[in-house]
């Protein structure tokens, strides 16, 4: 049982270049989220989505866009990088049924703008 | 605006201490909270859940409260081991709302 993935784990961008992260779960949850991490920022929440087809603005989202067209997948897309946009990226999901909230997280990407 | 608090931002105690870790937060319309560990380098792994009606969960030797009308939750670690070093965060969720609200989270040290 994989959980969630995120693909790549890494990666090296040059201001205004494009990149899209992907986000898989397999454990059929409804909501998905993609957080970023900074050095005393704490998570900050970029977008989310409640359900196949819907996203939804968090705390961060300039700059950012996503897309869920399949339940078990969400992407976050960058469409032309920053220098701020370095950071580690986490997606998470959850599902509302038991355990009403629980939150699986990936082991997160690390992306450095130069 | 929820905003959610951890002091101390680090700590470091010998091991076999039994030691509280804070969290409070502004908005007590919460759904619920969660704390989590994160180890270095690594994604987060959801610790306890604690539903807005509950008053705590316990998980081994994890135990966490909840007082919603105080804004306030202690994550209570029982005889502390050095393999409980990690970062710990608590985070809201407001009125079901699908979005969760983290703190800065708590390093602990426990030194053998």
């Known amino acids: 049982n994989a959980g969630v993935t995120q693909t790549p784990k890494f990666r090296v961008l040059k201001t205004g270049q494009s990149m899209t992260l992907l986000c898989a779960q397999d454990?059929?949850?409804?909501?998905m989220y993609w957080y970023r991490q900074d050095p005393g920022m704490g998570l900050r929440l970029i977008h989310y989505?409640?359900?196949?087809?819907?996203?939804a603005k968090g705390e961060v989202p300039d700059g950012y866009n996503v897309s869920r067209l399949k339940k078990q997948n969400f992407l976050l897309g960058l469409e032309s990088a920053a220098p701020s946009q370095t950071s580690v990226y986490f997606c998470?999901?959850?599902?509302?049924?038991?355990?009403?909230?629980?939150?699986?997280f990936g082991e997160g990407s690390r992306l450095t703008v130069l | 605006k929820q905003e959610v608090t951890q002091i101390p931002a680090a700590l470091s105690v010998p091991e076999g201490e039994n030691l509280v870790l804070n969290c409070s937060f502004t908005?007590?319309?919460?759904?619920?909270l969660q704390w989590f560990r994160q180890d270095p380098g690594k994604g987060l792994t959801s610790l306890l859940l604690?539903?807005?009606?509950?008053r705590e969960q316990t998980s081994g030797r994890l135990n966490a409260s909840l007082d919603k009308s105080s804004g306030r939750s202690t994550l209570y670690i029982a005889a502390s081991q050095p393999g409980d070093s990690a970062t710990y965060l608590c985070?809201?969720?407001?009125?079901?709302?699908?979005?969760?609200?983290f703190g800065q989270g708590t390093t602990l040290q426990v030194k053998p």
């Open positions: 908005d007590s319309a919460i759904y619920n």
């Open positions: 604690i539903q807005s009606s509950q």
């Open positions: 454990m059929n949850h409804e909501y």
């Open positions: 998470a999901s959850s599902g509302r049924g038991r355990k009403n909230g629980e939150l699986f």
């Open positions: 985070a809201v969720e407001r009125s079901n709302t699908g979005k969760l609200i």
């Open positions: 989505s409640v359900g196949e087809g819907t996203t």
